[in-house]
């Protein structure tokens, strides 16, 4: 199976600095001593924001004489030019990227990033993360989940249910442990008049719910075919089926605004940041900014009664086949991996890979680690409905909205999805 064919994508230093990735007259450096370009998209007040800063001090300490070249860069910039970027000598030695087959897979079919698969043995990484962990560091062929290296995760990520604790409380409701329970405390919810579920239809949100109400029918066969392409995926059937039905009745039921078709993220997360959400579905990555932000009694559980979650290690440090500071590159990644740097993430709100949970002060930043790990050692993390195929965040964000605005059926929502998905996964395969 190939998983993309190769391409090749002239770039002149003009055309990146139009895409403000880069600036003209830039000096890669070389690999010895002088220079080493490293981009990632992470805020500054971030649990991964705060702990690379801490790697950079650490790498600029251990190697006197090397210039860091740092650059923060939007995530749509690095995500809708990687091709371009790496393709070029302008590009950084050392970047974050996404993870997945449409994604970091697609850049390693193309020849574009650099083989860590020696370095991962060699520096002791293939160790550090556990096997559900590699399976986004590892592609064959642009296929995520066996062989060589291309990227190497320092964090992990997962889809949980954040809540309002002061809310819950007000109406009596508790922490559900079932599906039934968890409907049960909606319906209390909107007997009173409270929207109980926040939500985003024009972007992420909408489609990672469907895929953990999917996922509450799912096994890990399932998510094999739908991820790894192992066998046909049927979309009129369940759990897919059941995904969008029960999507579609908790908006019939009034547990999702219909309005919220239109809102993004941002809008779901600070109307939960502002005490009027009781729940929202979404991912880890929410939780430091909802510890800094968020002035209420809050906390997390996860999706009840599921095994499988939505999840996956975090993005990946990516090393550019252009670079010309691959050891430098190869340093810095094995600084973000150390217990130091691993701690900084875990008790700034983060998930670190290959921490010890017992070393997190919080006990609520120590709960989301557990949580995490009890997902992963259980070999729960499903990736994202997202991943399979090129474009597909796309598809799913169109057909999710009309489930919101009821302009669609289920039927018809999983119809728009699964010629997308099909066609996709046809080109992957083909020879």
């Known amino acids: 199976m190939r998983r993309f064919r190769k391409v090749a994508v002239a770039v002149t230093v003009a055309a990146l600095a139009a895409t403000g990735l880069v600036a003209c007259g830039d000096d890669g450096g070389d690999s010895e001593a002088k220079v ?25 300490d251990e190697h006197p004489g090397v210039e860091v070249r740092f650059e923060r860069k939007a995530f749509e910039q690095i995500q809708q030019n990687a091709g371009m970027i790496l393709n070029s000598s302008e590009g950084p030695d050392i970047m974050e990227y996404n993870k997945g087959n449409a ?14 698969t020696e370095e991962a043995t060699k520096r002791g990484w293939d160790t550090a993360l556990s096997p559900s962990l ?41 922490v559900p442990r079932t599906l039934a329970e968890m409907a049960a405390a909606m319906d209390t919810f909107v007997a009173k008049g409270v929207t109980p579920l926040g939500m985003s239809g024009a972007e992420y949100p909408a489609g990672q719910l469907f895929y953990q109400l999917a996922l509450s029918r799912a ?15 049927d979309f009129k059937a369940d759990p897919l089926r059941y995904g969008a039905e029960t999507f579609a009745e908790w908006v019939r039921k009034g547990y999702v605004a219909k309005d919220s078709a239109s809102l993004k993220a941002e809008d779901m997360g600070t109307g939960f940041i502002s005490g ?38 975090g993005n990946l440090w990516v090393v550019p086949e252009t670079s010309k500071a691959k050891s430098l590159a190869y340093d810095f990644i094995d600084i973000t991996m150390r217990p130091e740097i691993q701690t900084l993430i875990g008790n700034n709100g983060g998930i670190p890979v290959a921490g010890d949970p ?17 997902v992963s050692s259980q070999d729960g993390l499903a990736f994202y409905p997202d991943w399979p195929v090129p474009g597909y965040y796309d598809v799913l964000v169109s057909g999710f909205q009309g489930l919101i605005n009821q302009s669609r059926s289920p039927e018809q929502v999983l119809d728009a999805i699964a010629k997308p998905y099909q066609d996709g996964v046809a080109e992957i395969k083909r020879d």
């Open 219 to 233: 096994d890990r066969a399932f998510v094999n075919n739908y991820q790894l392409y192992a066998n046909p995926v």
């Open 103 to 116: 994604t970091s897979g697609l850049l390693s079919s193309q020849g574009l990033l650099a083989d860590l």
């Open 358 to 374: 017992a070393t997190i002060k919080d006990p609520k930043d120590r709960k989301l680690i557990e949580d995490f790990n009890r």
């Open 276 to 313: 009027k959400t009781p729940m929202i579905v979404s991912g880890s990555w929410w939780f430091g900014r909802f510890k800094s932000e968020i002035s209420f009694d809050w906390d997390t559980f996860l999706f009840p009664g599921n095994t499988l979650h939505a999840g996956s290690s």
């Open 36 to 60: 080493l370009k490293l981009w990632h998209y992470e805020s500054a007040n971030s649990a991964m924001g705060i702990a690379w800063d801490r790697a950079i001090e650490i790498f600029k």
């Open 134 to 174: 590699q399976t986004t560091a590892r592609y064959d062929n642009g296929v995520m989940g066996s062989g060589n290296w291309y990227g190497v995760p320092n964090y992990g990520e997962y889809v949980t249910v954040y809540y309002n604790k002061e809310l819950f409380a007000e109406h009596g409701v508790t």
